[in-house]
Nanobody, 123 residues
Framework: QLQLVESGGGLVQPGGSLRLSCAAS????????IGWFRQAPGKEREGVSC????????YYADSVKGRFTISRDNAKNTVYLQMNSLKPEDTAVYYC????????????????WGQGTQVTVSS
């Protein structure tokens, strides 16, 4: 069975940090670029960050640039999203997805999606 599983979400105070993990089973992550997306209540899903399949190049939405870092460990078949200096507006369900390229990431089009993990930033 092909699936992605996110973990690492939770409740954190403003200014705090979380590290999300996206683990793949049933397929090899290094065949894909991996994107992190989020969806807040009443809002559309948006792309947060993406890491390429080949050279490890990365993309960040302006809203998270300088605060979030995406990385991948192909040996563990896992991609991470380190989130620092969290703000209340970062509150959302975070999803990872296997995407074919940056264009499809921008179009929110993934081949495989995880079930999501809740991140809540509140004092």
């Amino acid at each position: 069975q092909l699936q992605l599983v996110e973990s690492g979400g939770g409740l954190v105070q403003p200014g705090g940090s979380l590290r999300l993990s996206c683990a793949a089973s049933g397929f090899t992550l290094d065949y894909y670029a991996i994107g992190w997306f989020r969806q807040a209540p009443g809002k559309e899903r948006e792309g947060v960050s993406c890491i390429s399949r080949s050279d490890g190049s990365t993309y960040y939405a302006d809203s998270v640039k300088g605060r979030f870092t995406i990385s991948r460990d192909n040996a563990k078949n896992t991609v991470y999203l380190q989130m620092n200096s969290l703000k209340p507006e970062d509150t959302a369900v975070y999803y990872c997805a296997a995407v074919r390229n940056l264009l499809l990431f921008r179009l929110i089009m993934g081949d495989y999606w995880g079930q999501g993990t809740q991140v809540t930033v509140s004092s």
